[in-house]
């Protein structure tokens, strides 16, 4: 199967409230973007990608949850991130039985995520401090 016919099976097979709202954000995700492509990865996780991964999607016992792989670096105008906000580089919506979703926010965060990945932003880990060389006593320089 394609990454397109497993999620399809994945959303038929969630016979809740989670099948549904699985299906309204891949839509709405689609509509965000009509260039993105849709793949499998990590054993069953539905995921969303344009020049890098945009975000992914997970049905969790009592959520769906949205990951966007570069959420800290996307502006949330809307405070539609709720999860994860501790992280340096994710970030994730969660969304539990009976949500509505904010479709024009959502929209525009895949957007920007798009963009973040198209200016090739995606940001690269922290470099280490420099080690300090000790040269007398208590004297420390940068090294």
């Known amino acids: 199967m394609n990454p397109s016919e497993l999620i399809d ?4 097979d ?3 409230w989670r099948g549904p709202m699985l299906a309204k ?3 709405i995700i ?3 973007d009509p260039g993105i492509i849709e793949e499998w990865k990590w054993r069953g996780s539905p995921c969303w990608s344009h020049d890098g991964l945009i975000v992914v999607g997970n049905a969790h016992k009592d959520k769906v949850k949205l990951t966007f792989s570069q959420g800290a ?3 949330d105008p809307d405070k539609l991130f709720n999860a994860g906000l ?4 994710w970030r994730a919506i969660d969304l539990h039985e009976g949500d509505r979703v904010n479709e024009r926010a959502l929209k525009n965060m ?3 995520a798009v963009a973040h990945n198209l200016a090739g932003l995606k940001g690269k ?3 280490f401090p420099k080690k300090r060389k000790r040269l007398t006593g208590n004297t420390v320089l940068g090294g």
């Open 86 to 89: 501790d992280g340096n580089q």
């Open 30 to 32: 689609h509509e965000a």
């Open 125 to 127: 880990p922290a470099a």
């Open 14 to 16: 969630l016979a809740d």
């Open 25 to 27: 954000v891949r839509k």
């Open 73 to 75: 670096r996307l502006p």
């Open 9 to 12: 099976k994945q959303i038929a």
């Open 110 to 112: 895949i957007r920007a």
